[in-house]
């Protein structure tokens, strides 16, 4: 089961540029790419290789033919579609679903699980 979390107004976005969003309390790094048929992506913010919270400020891009974001801390790439760290196998972040629905940017997350 997942759930749909409305984060904010597509024009409160920044274009070819990232922001972080706390949802769940999960802090969330949106991008927003309107020259790509996608236009958001949304992936973890924290950062597996630089152990802090700044995928959202890194430079957004292509590597072989994938978008990707450069954290700001080693420079890995993050793909934006998967997760996937392209200079580290094996290490990735979450990668979510994100849209614009009549303006607004809505992130689908897993449920959280509330088993003890």
Do not use: W
Not at 52 to 77: C, E, M, T, W
Request: glycine letters at 8%; proline letters at 5%; aromatic letters at 6%.
């Amino acid at each position: 089961m997942s759930i749909e979390h409305i984060i904010c107004d597509e024009a409160d976005l920044i274009k070819d540029s990232g922001v972080c969003a706390l949802v769940d309390g999960q802090q969330i790094a949106i991008f927003y790419l309107p020259r790509t048929e996608q236009k958001v992506f949304a992936i973890g913010n924290y950062d597996p290789i630089g152990k802090a919270n700044v995928l959202s400020r890194g430079i957004v891009g292509d590597v072989d033919g994938q978008v990707v974001v450069a954290s700001p801390l080693y420079k890995q790439h993050f793909n934006l579609l998967s997760g996937a760290c392209l200079e580290e196998p094996g290490v990735s972040v979450p990668a979510y679903k994100v849209t614009i629905n009549q303006n607004k940017v809505v992130v689908t997350l897993p449920a959280q699980s509330s088993a003890a």
